[in-house]
């Protein structure tokens, strides 16, 4: 539990271990729903993940996407570092905007830094 604190982190560390070691990177982008248009991309509170946002992608009109946080702390010294890392997964995802971000609590403050950096 210590070694793979989320869902997505377990399941990385069981594919790998099913594939004989080749490791496959999931995605940390979470796509609630198969709406057309500009999504709206979320990054979840302290404890939460894109579970958190479900409800909300049933109702709106729009792509619903949630970034997760990174599995570890490795490489990352700080919220801009993590936010770094968020925007080029998103830019992965979609090269180029518009972007639309936001989040809950910390995930609040971690979208107003990406924003930043978008």
Do not use: C
Not at 20 to 46: C, F, M, Q, T, Y
Not at 47 to 71: H, M, N, R, T, Y
Not at 89 to 109: A, D, N, T
């Amino acid at each position: 539990m210590f070694d793979h604190p989320t869902v997505a982190s377990v399941a990385q560390y069981i594919a790998a271990e099913v594939s004989g070691g080749a490791r496959e990177e999931l995605s940390p982008i979470v796509k609630l729903n198969d709406r057309g248009g500009v999504p709206l991309v979320l990054v979840p509170g302290a404890l939460q993940s894109a579970e958190a946002f479900a409800g909300l992608a049933k109702i709106v009109p729009f792509p619903l996407w949630v970034i997760d946080w990174p599995l570890t702390s490795d490489g990352h010294d700080g919220l801009r570092s993590v936010a770094r890392w968020a925007v080029d997964v998103l830019r992965k995802e979609q090269p180029e905007g518009p972007y639309f971000v936001g989040g809950h609590s910390i995930g609040g403050v971690l979208a107003l830094e990406m924003a930043a950096q978008l």
